[in-house]
């Protein structure tokens, strides 16, 4: 599905962000309609309800399609994907109804010859096995009246789509003048007031410090923790896939059904349950990479409300090929404020640090002052150098746009840019230059980023409009799946 849009993946990287993969690759969407049912409505197209069991079917198949796994069908960012995917298609599907677009008979013969199923269906004489044809999709649930219906269907999102894409911009200069002002090049010269530099210049008083401690208690807090087992199911490279993935939905549906406990799946499939002490909200500590308690699912799973305040097995969660954990969470151990007496070192730091920044801000407004009196003055300023957008040096962020907003006309000038937590940088520009050589990549390069921008743009505002005159409605929140439902 889509075909066309995926030979333009470059003009449409940014805008078709949606499309993980086709729901129906061969048949188009039209069979939709079929898993059209009474369950919890998610979302309404049109009055037109997209169904929690549909988005279980979709979620199923997809899952299939990667490799079989039906822990990923459950996830609720793997369903939100694909809940996303068909809403998308619905607001399509609605526009090209609203619009009454047509398409050719000879497109629709072209496009079919483009099916691999379909060209693996001529003889060597070049007669179509007709028979083969029906028996393909009899076994898909469709007959040829519902094929040729998706096929068409399909056509007709790839023109309203491509007509979207083919987004040029307003002006062709646009894009000369981006590349120029990125280009452009100013010299620039730099005078750095850092707190570090006035730290021998302060010393706070016990008074001081106790002052602050507590009045930025927080700032001293231990985070919580808590001591976790896990039971962790690999693959054996001899085990036989099937045997595995039978495996993989007992390891998931039995740390789900019986989730008081680990000790019930690491009996059943022979695992040892292993524990880990002083897990954060960022992980366990000195853990490998690959170590489970470093997946960030795993701890994100530890710390939600089912595993942390009831204490229940967190889910399977796949955190490499052939590898699933389950974890819970044994003891928590609350966030704790640290008494004086063990941060007094950090207190004193951050104290002095506060002081420093602000000696070292006071000396650069000062200095400030006197450059806009004689901004001629380069005293105390390293030397010189000449940057731009394309080649920033060490500008980054509100430096560089403070430098590059200076009115070229009133030259030399100075700014003052703040660095928090670090003091002042004062900035001098005194030239303005265009590059000797153009290089041509880099304004290509420019323009297709723009043009790509543009079709972004033009992408959403097209989704907007046909989101609200298809009257989507949001009915119930997408939740994830029981343990049984994507693998009915």
């Given at each position: 599905?889509?075909?066309?849009?995926?030979?333009?993946?470059?003009?449409?990287?940014?805008?078709?962000?949606?499309?993980?993969?086709?729901?129906?690759?061969?048949?188009?969407?039209?069979?939709?309609?079929?898993?059209?049912?009474?369950?919890?409505?998610?979302?309404?197209?049109?009055?037109?309800?997209?169904?929690?069991?549909?988005?279980?079917?979709?979620?199923?198949?997809?899952?299939?399609?990667?490799?079989?796994?039906?822990?990923?069908?459950?996830?609720?960012?793997?369903?939100?994907?694909?809940?996303?995917?068909?809403?998308?298609?619905?607001?399509?599907?609605?526009?090209?109804?609203?619009?009454?677009?047509?398409?050719?008979?000879?497109?629709?013969?072209?496009?079919?010859?483009?099916?691999?199923?379909?060209?693996?269906?001529?003889?060597?004489?070049?007669?179509?096995?007709?028979?083969?044809?029906?028996?393909?999709?009899?076994?898909?649930?469709?007959?040829?009246?519902?094929?040729?219906?998706?096929?068409?269907?399909?056509?007709?999102?790839q023109q309203l789509v491509n007509s979207?894409?083919?987004?040029?911009?307003?002006?062709?200069?646009?894009?000369?003048?981006?590349?120029?002002?990125?280009?452009?090049?100013?010299?620039?010269?730099?005078?750095?007031?850092?707190?570090?530099?006035?730290?021998?210049?302060?010393?706070?008083?016990?008074?001081?410090?106790?002052?602050?401690?507590?009045?930025?208690?927080?700032?001293?807090?231990?985070?919580?923790?808590?001591?976790?087992?896990?039971?962790?199911?690999?693959?054996?490279?001899?085990?036989?896939?099937?045997?595995?993935?039978?495996?993989?939905?007992?390891?998931?549906?039995?740390?789900?059904?019986?989730?008081?406990?680990?000790?019930?799946?690491?009996?059943?499939?022979?695992?040892?349950?292993?524990?880990?002490?002083?897990?954060?909200?960022?992980?366990?500590?000195?853990?490998?990479?690959?170590?489970?308690?470093?997946?960030?699912?795993?701890?994100?799973?530890?710390?939600?409300?089912?595993?942390?305040?009831?204490?229940?097995?967190?889910?399977?969660?796949?955190?490499?090929?052939?590898?699933?954990?389950?974890?819970?969470?044994?003891?928590?151990?609350?966030?704790?404020?640290?008494?004086?007496s063990e941060v007094a070192a950090e207190?004193?730091?951050?104290?002095?640090?506060?002081?420093?920044?602000?000696?070292?801000?006071?000396?650069?407004?000062?200095?400030?002052?006197?450059?806009?009196?004689?901004?001629?003055?380069?005293?105390?300023?390293?030397?010189?150098?000449?940057?731009?957008?394309?080649?920033?040096?060490?500008?980054?962020?509100?430096?560089?746009?403070?430098?590059?907003?200076?009115?070229?006309?009133?030259?030399?000038?100075?700014?003052?840019?703040?660095?928090?937590?670090?003091?002042?940088?004062?900035?001098?520009?005194?030239?303005?230059?265009?590059?000797?050589?153009?290089?041509?990549?880099?304004?290509?390069?420019?323009?297709?980023?723009?043009?790509?921008?543009?079709?972004?743009?033009?992408?959403?505002?097209?989704?907007?409009?046909?989101?609200?005159?298809?009257?989507?409605?949001?009915?119930?929140?997408?939740?994830?799946?029981?343990?049984?439902?994507?693998?009915?």
């Amino acid at each position: 599905m889509f075909d066309t849009v995926r030979k333009h993946q470059k003009i449409l990287q940014l805008v078709l962000m949606l499309f993980i993969v086709p729901s129906f690759a061969m048949f188009g969407i039209s069979s939709y309609s079929s898993f059209m049912d009474k369950e919890t409505d998610i979302v309404k197209v049109n009055g037109k309800p997209i169904t929690a069991q549909e988005v279980d079917m979709a979620a199923k198949r997809q899952a299939e399609r990667v490799g079989g796994n039906m822990q990923i069908a459950q996830s609720l960012p793997f369903r939100q994907a694909i809940l996303n995917e068909l809403l998308q298609q619905r607001i399509l599907g609605f526009a090209v109804s609203d619009l009454r677009l047509q398409v050719g008979k000879q497109e629709l013969v072209n496009s079919l010859q483009r099916i691999p199923q379909i060209r693996a269906l001529y003889r060597q004489d070049g007669t179509f096995d007709d028979v083969r044809f029906k028996q393909l999709l009899a076994s898909n649930g469709m007959n040829e009246e519902q094929f040729y219906a998706g096929q068409s269907f399909d056509l007709k999102i790839q023109q309203l789509v491509n007509s979207v894409a083919r987004t040029e911009l307003a002006s062709p200069k646009l894009s000369e003048i981006v590349s120029s002002l990125y280009e452009t090049e100013r010299q620039v010269q730099t005078l750095q007031f850092n707190a570090k530099d006035y730290l021998s210049k302060v010393n706070p008083s016990a008074e001081e410090l106790q002052a602050f401690y507590q009045a930025n208690a927080k700032l001293f807090e231990r985070p919580e923790y808590i001591d976790v087992e896990y039971i962790v199911l690999k693959a054996d490279p001899k085990e036989d896939s099937k045997a595995f993935n039978e495996k993989a939905d007992q390891f998931a549906n039995m740390t789900y059904d019986q989730s008081d406990s680990l000790k019930p799946a690491a009996d059943k499939l022979k695992l040892s349950i292993q524990s880990q002490k002083g897990v954060t909200r960022g992980g366990a500590p000195g853990v490998s990479k690959d170590h489970p308690l470093a997946n960030p699912k795993v701890i994100q799973s530890l710390y939600g409300d089912e595993a942390l305040k009831n204490k229940r097995n967190t889910e399977a969660v796949q955190t490499a090929p052939g590898v699933f954990v389950s974890a819970r969470v044994v003891t928590l151990h609350p966030a704790q404020i640290l008494p004086y007496s063990e941060v007094a070192a950090e207190v004193k730091r951050q104290v002095s640090q506060r002081a420093a920044e602000k000696l070292a801000i006071a000396a650069a407004s000062e200095k400030l002052a006197a450059l806009e009196k004689d901004p001629k003055n380069a005293t105390g300023f390293a030397s010189p150098s000449w940057i731009s957008r394309n080649k920033p040096g060490s500008l980054v962020g509100p430096s560089m746009d403070e430098v590059m907003s200076v009115n070229a006309n009133n030259l030399p000038a100075v700014v003052s840019v703040a660095n928090p937590g670090v003091g002042t940088t004062i900035y001098r520009i005194d030239q303005v230059r265009q590059p000797p050589a153009v290089d041509a990549k880099v304004h290509k390069a420019q323009a297709q980023q723009i043009q790509a921008l543009a079709a972004q743009s033009e992408f959403a505002g097209f989704m907007g409009y046909w989101r609200n005159s298809a009257g989507v409605k949001v009915i119930n929140p997408l939740k994830q799946a029981s343990a049984g439902s994507a693998g009915s």
